[in-house]
């Protein structure tokens, strides 16, 4: 079978590689849909964290299961999963935190993914299609990401929720964080994107951090209080460093984006706002659950992400355009079928 392999950072290249074997507990999955992430981009550029090559990338996805030795799961049934593999033994799985397991391997990241015809998967780790399209299923994962960032959080009706970085991520944690009932606000140095924010996801607060000075924005629209909440989807080191200063006394500042560098803060100044730093990794069944319901009940449009699609074979040509904030991508989203 075909598979589009990362060689090293810069180069992907496709390979005809052995089609996976049935074996106990796994299911093979046809893919149909695979959604580009930060994660697969950063790794395209050496800058991702966990990660090791050659890899085939890949882990927002939505299939077709081929073959099974599962009796909840049938061959033709769509689905799409939670690309996660979790020991079940580590202090984080026995208390239901697998997310973050001791022992983690996330599929496109530190085993290979979605970019080939067949995938071979841990049947437990697959969720049913509950109605949804396919190009809906490849998008669960990534929402699922701001869903567990803002339950992390533990959002209150009302608050003003920073949201800094529109992208992908960034996105939908604006979304969960409206669904619980915060006042958000987007932060970002891409017009384009905080225009996206208004327009398509109707979020009422954004701030150009290229162009406006940030506290006073933060102080007008808070009331002079800050943000009691404060998310970084960024990755970036400056962002997380400088948004130590956007929190309210009291805030909490949960770190979505991952990155290799130390962060820096001035201990006063965190200290006596009693403030809580926290990071949030992955997600958990609850999150992709609330994902698949929101969807379902149209809390959430993915109408809205997915501007750029490419058929599989066009994936290397189009890859490093991503990249480029010019292109205006937003979510591209790749076809198999």
Not at 198 to 210: G, H, P, R
């Amino acid at each position: 079978m075909k598979a589009l392999v990362c060689t090293h950072p810069g180069q992907l290249t496709y390979n005809d590689i052995a089609a996976p074997k049935l074996k106990a507990g796994h299911t093979i999955i046809r893919i149909k849909r695979i959604g580009i992430c930060g994660t697969d981009l950063h790794a395209f550029e050496g800058t991702q964290p966990y990660f090791s090559y050659p890899r085939i990338l890949g882990h927002e996805l939505a299939a077709e299961v081929v073959s099974t030795d599962s009796d909840t799961h049938q061959p033709g049934d769509l689905v799409t999963l939670m690309p996660y593999i979790n020991c079940g033994t580590c202090i984080a799985c026995r208390s239901g935190k697998g997310n973050c397991c001791t022992n983690m391997q996330v599929i496109g990241v530190h085993v290979d993914g979605g970019m080939a015809e067949l995938l071979s998967v841990p049947t437990r780790l697959l969720l049913p299609a509950n109605g949804l399209s396919v190009d809906e299923l490849a998008l669960v994962e990534p929402l699922a990401i701001g869903a567990h960032g803002i339950r992390r959080a533990g959002v209150e009706q009302g608050e003003f929720v920073l949201v800094i970085g529109a992208g992908p991520i960034g996105l939908g944690t604006m979304e969960f964080a409206r669904i619980a009932g915060g006042q958000v606000i987007a932060l970002d140095i891409n017009q384009q994107r905080l225009d996206f924010c208004k327009d398509k996801l109707k979020v009422e607060y954004t701030i150009n951090a290229l162009t406006d000075d940030v506290t006073e924005r933060l102080k007008d629209i808070t009331n002079g209080d800050m943000p009691t909440v404060v998310i970084d989807a960024t990755g970036s080191l400056k962002a997380i460093n400088n948004a130590f200063q956007y929190m309210a006394h009291g805030a909490r500042f949960v770190l979505i984006g991952l990155q290799k560098g130390d962060i820096s803060f001035n201990h006063p100044e965190f200290h006596k706002r009693e403030a809580t730093l926290m990071s949030s990794r992955n997600a958990t069944q609850q999150d992709f659950d609330q994902v698949i319901t929101s969807m379902k009940n149209k809390l959430v449009d993915p109408a809205n992400y997915i501007t750029h699609t490419v058929k599989f074979d066009k994936v290397a040509d189009n890859f490093a355009s991503w990249l480029k904030p010019e292109t205006g991508v937003i979510k591209a989203m790749i076809e198999l079928d």
